[in-house]
């Protein structure tokens, strides 16, 4: 399994089909480490083979840009709008995830995505879980799709 490089086909994935927004692709952390600023998170949890939480990391400026470029409309705040947009971008690179684990025979599912909204917050748990998260940069600034998982024995 090579995890990053799936997180990379799969926001690529959709960021090109469903945005038509190019993005510049930085290296995978495995483990600690590539936070980026975050003022909105969507995650949405993963049972089946695998278990875990993946999680789409936005400054404000970078979560307006997706959200206009997915809404095809100018956003200047963070409202439910940018909610659901960021909780869809999720979801839909889960989605494309779901299908690379497929390749590796792990079958998942999914959750409904949820979006929190904050200056200061971190998101943790998942004791014993690895993580790999890889930074993506639009013209607005960087955001981060991290995975942490477990893969079920």
Not at 49 to 54: C, E, F, H, Q, V
Not at 96 to 119: C, M
């Amino acid at each position: 399994m090579n995890i990053g490089q799936d997180i990379i086909g799969a926001t690529t994935d959709v960021f090109s089909t469903m945005l038509m927004m190019d993005l510049v692709v930085g290296d995978p952390v495995d483990g600690a480490g590539g936070e980026v600023e975050s003022n909105i998170t969507a995650m949405l949890g993963l049972g089946g083979d695998i278990r875990g939480m993946l999680a789409v990391h936005c400054p404000a400026a970078v979560a307006m840009a997706i959200t206009g470029g997915f809404l095809g409309m100018d956003v200047d705040e963070l409202n439910e709008d940018v909610k659901d947009a960021i909780g869809e971008i999720a979801n839909m690179v889960a989605g494309n995830l779901k299908i690379a684990f497929a390749g590796y025979d792990l079958k998942i599912e999914l959750a409904i995505p949820t979006s929190i909204i904050g200056k200061s917050y971190r998101v943790g748990g998942m004791l014993g879980a690895r993580r790999v998260a890889v930074p993506f940069t639009l013209e607005q600034g960087t955001f981060l799709v991290e995975l942490k998982y477990i893969v079920n024995s």
